[in-house]
């Protein structure tokens, strides 16, 4: 994880991963715009991706679709984590706990003075090793030894010291790591109270990674101290749970001060941390704007959606939104075309609106080739966050190694790329296995169903998979995996192919399709030579997947090709002011704020739905089936300027 050198201010902003175009950051004052006024400035990019682009084709329902915004304003967007009781997460308190355990040391940021605080902060921006800074103390050695413990926790890479300056004591203070900063916060977790505080996450218009980055950094500590079930969308409104370890619920109450951004709250503690994977799913309130549906066409949409569901293809987001999508990064990295890869993540991007360092930079790369010279335009707060510079350090530091460059790239983002690929095939093989064989499961097509793990199998198969996929197994046995679905136990899901005696025991929602790698079995039908000549197109060998570099080695996934929502409800309302919100968020309950009024009145008509969605599903394929319009933020864009 990534920990961000600049001090935070309020009017912090960063990349997002799924931006339409509006301009940010929104304004929820609700104060009064004219209908003239109301359109949002977009810029659009007619090179990027659309839906059939990426192999998103089909439809289940029949009824005749109709327009509506998606996302016009983030705050139209949002999503509650549902935890692994399937209970909805919601933001009700601010409030600290009381703490049973033990009482906690005074808050650091009451024991040094505003001034005291900014010399320090002073003193840390500089990394000067030769400067110091004197705090003037008393006789009094609690008091002392407060000071020395205020700022082992909100200034670690500082060190202090009790020195006699004429006839008085000061805590000297200079910069540099040292015993203090590795046994920060130990002395103040009291005996008796759990090691994590679990709290929910409430955010604006911020992905989950940044939130967790300002969280850190106001906190001093690393991103590592902080565990999250799952990752949501920048533009939106989110509610999440976090745990932190060792870090009291009172300083992290203290943070609700500082931004509008986020608030936390519903604070207490837990003796195990949250992991990736541990929620059911997210529930999911949207609005669409400027709806254009008769009550018929909506009523259709949305029973349809309830009754029927949706194809579980992957959106938009996962392929990118500019001209160089995501997927020919990772065909190219498939390919061990490493200067192709790189070349394509530097590129230019064409069509869109250029401006900013990051473009510059990738303006004068391309260019020139230099790669030390576009490092040296990159801003330095840039140069951790940005891809870009990520790779262009990686250049520098590896010279001619262009594997060595490329894994300069945090792993995660690396294997975005090749998952983004493997997301284009499967989009792309399950709209022509729909389009074939409609909407009932045949013979020859995959569910997952349970079976006792026999150890005698495992240690075979763990003979045959070799020391290098050992974790991946484990992990197939006891925890979440993206290739297996596994449950308590000594339980785990595989794939079964179907034959005309099980027909009537299935339905189209039990069909599963794989994401091709090595560890995944295929439908015995045509769809097994789909995959085969889809990938040799691309110079792939669907036999021999595995990769020379073990990150680009796929072992697979199965994926269920449609999904059902649970929870689904909806209902129309009128308005005028597009800046006026049009649903309740938790920190507007707190707030004592009142719920918009439904009204028959105005000249735009909004469509609020809600449902629950399973893990790793896209709500934008639950909208695209209601509205049956283009999602791709080009198309989306272009409706806001209509």
């Not at 679709?65 to 209970?87: A, C, M, N, T």
Request: charged share 25%.
């Amino acid at each position: 994880m990534v920990l961000f050198q600049q001090r935070f201010t309020s009017d912090y902003d960063s990349q997002g991963t799924e931006d339409s175009g509006e301009a940010d950051p929104e304004d929820r004052s609700g104060g009064s715009t004219s209908v003239s006024a109301q359109k949002v400035p977009s810029r659009v990019n007619s090179l990027a991706p659309k839906e059939t682009d990426v192999g998103i084709t089909e439809y289940i329902s029949k009824h005749e679709g109709f327009s509506g915004i998606i996302k016009q304003r983030y705050s139209d967007f949002l999503v509650r984590e549902v935890d692994v009781h399937g209970k909805i997460v919601q933001l009700t308190n601010k409030s600290p706990p009381v703490d049973s355990g033990a009482q906690a040391a005074p808050s650091a940021d009451d024991v040094l003075s505003k001034e005291d605080k900014q010399k320090l902060e002073n003193l840390l921006e500089s990394k000067d090793k030769s400067a110091t800074v004197d705090i003037q103390v008393g006789e009094d050695k609690q008091q002392r030894t407060q000071v020395h413990h205020a700022i082992k926790e909100l200034f670690s890479e500082l060190q202090s010291e009790t020195v006699e300056v004429g006839s008085k004591k000061v805590i000297r203070v200079k910069y540099g790591k040292g015993y203090q900063a590795r046994e920060r916060n130990k002395f103040k977790w009291p005996k008796g109270r759990p090691d994590y505080c679990h709290f929910v996450l409430y955010k604006e218009n911020l992905d989950t990674m940044d939130a967790i980055n300002m969280l850190a950094m106001n906190l001093r500590v690393r991103p590592g101290f902080f565990a999250y079930a799952g990752t949501k969308d920048k533009r939106a409104i989110t509610v999440q749970e976090v745990t932190a370890y060792r870090i009291a619920a009172e300083r992290l109450c203290d943070l609700n001060k500082h931004t509008s951004r986020y608030v936390l709250g519903n604070f207490r503690y837990t003796e195990q941390p949250l992991k990736l994977g541990l929620l059911s799913g997210n529930h999911f309130t949207i609005v669409l704007r400027n709806c254009t549906g008769s009550p018929e066409q909506i009523e259709a949409g949305m029973m349809s959606l309830r009754d029927n569901g949706f194809i579980n293809y992957f959106g938009m987001q996962r392929f990118g939104t500019t001209s160089v999508p995501s997927h020919h990064v990772g065909r190219a990295l498939l390919h061990s075309k490493w200067e192709e890869a790189i070349e394509l993540i530097l590129k230019p991007r064409e069509g869109e609106h250029q401006e900013g360092a990051v473009s510059a930079c990738r303006d004068y790369w391309w260019k020139t080739r230099d790669a030390k010279g576009a490092l040296e335009m990159m801003p330095r707060r840039n140069m951790s966050k940005d891809i870009e510079g990520r790779l262009l350090e990686g250049l520098v530091k590896n010279g001619k190694d262009l594997v060595g460059a490329l894994s300069n790239i945090p792993r995660n983002t690396r294997l975005m790329y090749v998952h983004s690929y493997q997301s284009f095939i499967w989009n792309n093989i399950v709209s022509r296995r729909l389009q074939e064989y409609g909407f009932q499961p045949i013979a020859g097509d995959l569910v997952l169903e349970e079976r006792e793990v026999c150890w005698h199998d495992v240690l075979l198969r763990l003979y045959d998979l070799q020391l290098h996929c050992l974790r991946k197994f484990l992990l197939t046995i006891g925890d979440y995996s993206p290739g297996v679905y596994c449950s308590d136990g000594a339980q785990r899901s595989e794939a079964k192919v179907l034959t005309e005696e099980d027909l009537g025991n299935y339905t189209i929602h039990d069909v599963v399709f794989p994401l091709f790698g090595y560890d995944v079995i295929y439908p015995k039908h045509k769809a097994e030579e789909w995959y085969r000549e889809m990938l040799s197109v691309d110079q792939l060998d669907m036999d021999n997947i595995r990769h020379k570099v073990k990150d680009y080695s796929l072992s697979g996934a199965y994926r269920k090709i449609i999904v059902k929502p649970t929870n689904c409800k909806w209902s129309v309302m009128c308005y005028d002011d597009v800046k006026i919100p049009l649903m309740l968020t938790d920190k507007d309950v707190l707030d004592g704020k009142e719920a918009p009024l439904a009204s028959s009145e105005g000249k735009m008509k909004a469509l609020k739905v809600e449902f629950t969605l399973p893990p790793s599903t896209y709500a934008t394929m639950a909208l695209r089936e209601i509205l049956k319009t283009d999602t791709s933020s080009g198309h989306q864009a272009l409706l806001n300027t209509q």
